[in-house]
């Protein structure tokens, strides 16, 4: 219980960051005259200040437990390849006129499904996960699409109004990034073990891997002329991609605190997924000042992804830990294996 206890508030951080993650990046994006990569290069940059240069800086001068390894360093950086083409997968969503109150909601409904079937899998538990766990899987995902259908006050062109050209790239970019956001917490819990439950170190691959993918690609597709993208730079646009950026990067790190608190991925990252797109929807009927037009069916919904969370949490599988690299005697270089 006392365990639960720390671990529920950074969890509900991560929640709150992810959850207004997607309507901050949107307006980024409009200011940027519909660019997609503009405001993912924002995305990358702030990535690359929260989560490599101050952990960096931190582990200078205070130090920290753990140490480096190479299999760590490995899997925390696909970690950070995931979320980083998972943020590219909502960027392009956006970029085919979809809106952050059924994309970002489909997003997370699709990815505890994801989670967790890639943890069980990790950790070998699929036998010890009963039916009322798949049910709770199963309720999450239902309400997160609830939301979406029963949306109040949706914001720019409808579905109705999109082409079947759009529909099927907001499809396949949301599928991309359920499939990747759902990879992200097995993947990153398992490069935290294998680094002697280091905080920071994780935290600096994921960084890394987002600056590769979000700064120094895109920036090359656009200087080499590879690839006309529409809109350009503003002030305006750039000041909320750097939001959005750093939500993402905090909401990283809320991750990475509830796993050294004794959080697992099979239940944080539901509850985070489950959580987030309740924020990101209240965040949306905030800004269009839509209140009135919160049907029963939407409030069903919401409570449906609530009642699922919390099901999730108490029928997890409780599989064993990954187990941490073997220390290396002083001296030693890194893990080379």
């Given amino acids: 219980m006392r365990t639960l206890m720390l671990v529920l508030p950074v969890t509900f951080l991560t929640l709150c960051c992810w959850g207004v993650y997607g309507p901050i990046l949107h307006e980024g994006q409009l200011a940027m005259g519909g660019s997609s990569l503009r405001p993912f290069v924002c995305v990358g940059l702030a990535y690359f200040v929260i989560a490599v240069a101050a952990p960096l800086a931190a582990l200078q001068t205070r130090g920290e437990k753990g140490n480096w390894t190479m299999s760590g360093a490995a899997w925390a950086l696909i970690a950070g390849l995931c979320g980083a083409v998972g943020a590219l997968g909502i960027t392009l969503a956006f ?197 009135d037009k919160v049907s029963a069916p939407f409030v069903g919904s919401l409570l449906l992804v609530i009642l699922g969370a919390v099901t999730v949490l108490v029928f997890a599988p409780r599989g064993k830990p990954p187990q941490a690299e073997p220390k290396k005697p002083a001296g030693d270089a890194a893990d080379t294996t």
Wanted: hydrophobic share 50%.
């Fill in 95 to 291: 970029k085919s006129q979809g809106s952050p109150v059924y994309v970002m909601p489909l997003v997370f409904g699709g990815a505890p499904v994801v989670n967790t079937f890639v943890t069980m899998w990790m950790s070998r538990t699929f036998r010890q996960a009963g039916p009322v766990f798949f049910f709770g899987v199963a309720f999450v995902a239902a309400g997160a699409a609830g939301v979406m259908f029963f949306k109040p006050g949706a914001q720019g062109v409808d579905i109705g109004d999109l082409t079947i050209s759009q529909l099927t790239n907001i499809s396949l970019s949301i599928a991309l990034t359920a499939v990747c956001w759902g990879s992200y917490g097995a993947m990153l819990h398992k490069g935290q073990a294998k680094m002697g439950g280091s905080r920071l170190r994780p935290l600096v691959c994921v960084g890394l891997a987002y600056f590769l993918v979000a700064v120094i690609a895109p920036s090359f597709v656009m200087g080499s002329g590879l690839y006309v993208e529409p809109g350009s730079w503003s002030l305006d646009g750039a000041f909320w991609s750097l939001g959005a950026g750093a939500a993402g990067a905090v909401g990283a790190l809320g991750v990475i605190l509830s796993f050294s608190l004794g959080g697992k991925p099979v239940f944080v990252m539901p509850l985070i997924f489950g959580g987030a797109p309740v924020v990101n929807t209240f965040v949306s009927i905030i800004k269009h000042q839509s209140f």
